[in-house]
């Protein structure tokens, strides 16, 4: 509902998405409908509105809705992105000191852990890869520049990961298996 007040009339404005324009007024004047629709559709009117003030405006927030909800989604990705991040360092200084990645642990919890970790941070490689080779630039930053963060500690940890797999081959001569094998070097 838009609200717009004359020092000698009220007049109402209700815009709903499938609704047409509704003007709602106690001294209608052509002016001020002329007025209306020409804000509706975008254009200036032809006539100064000086003596009409926007008091509240409500029904335009759909732009604001998505832009919280993407928000939220880059707010959640970029958490999610740290999270995974830091998993995938300790499985790679794990796997760097002992030979073997993180331990399977109670009902396999850990190692299933890990693997997730290991695809997120994937994902987050793959996703600011297409975003870089469509749009020319890289993830965005998000709230508290988190998923920008998680961005750039993947990318780190794909160089780590290429130097642990090098360095894992020169010094024990095999790469463990992604799950744990029975009569294996890591099971």
């Known amino acids: 509902m838009i609200s717009m007040q004359n020092r000698s ?11 047409p324009l509704k003007v709602l ?3 209608s004047s052509s002016k001020s409908s002329a007025s209306l629709r020409a804000r509706q559709s975008g254009r200036r009117s032809s006539f100064s509105s000086s003596s009409f003030r926007i008091v509240r405006a409500a029904g335009a927030g759909g732009k604001g809705e998505e832009e919280k ?11 999610a992105g740290l999270l995974s991040c830091a998993v995938v360092s300790y ?3 794990t796997l760097k000191q002992t030979g073997c990645g993180l331990p399977a642990g109670p009902g396999g919890l850990v190692g299933a852990i890990e693997g997730v970790s290991y695809l997120g941070v994937a994902g987050l490689l793959g996703a600011s890869a297409y975003k870089k080779t469509t749009t020319g630039s890289g993830l965005p930053a998000g709230p508290f ?10 990318f780190l940890l ?10 894992q081959l020169l010094e024990y001569g095999y790469i463990p298996n992604a799950v ?6 890591c099971a």
């Open 158 to 167: 794909l160089v780590a990961g290429l130097y642990v797999g090098v360095a």
């Open 69 to 79: 909800e993407e928000n939220s989604v880059e707010l959640y990705a970029g958490i």
């Open 180 to 185: 744990p094998v029975e009569g294996g070097k």
């Open 145 to 154: 520049a988190l998923l920008g963060a998680a961005e750039g500690v993947a």
């Open 9 to 19: 009339a009220l007049t109402v404005v209700t815009t709903f998405p499938d609704k």
């Open 91 to 93: 499985s790679l200084f």
């Open 25 to 27: 007024s106690s001294k």
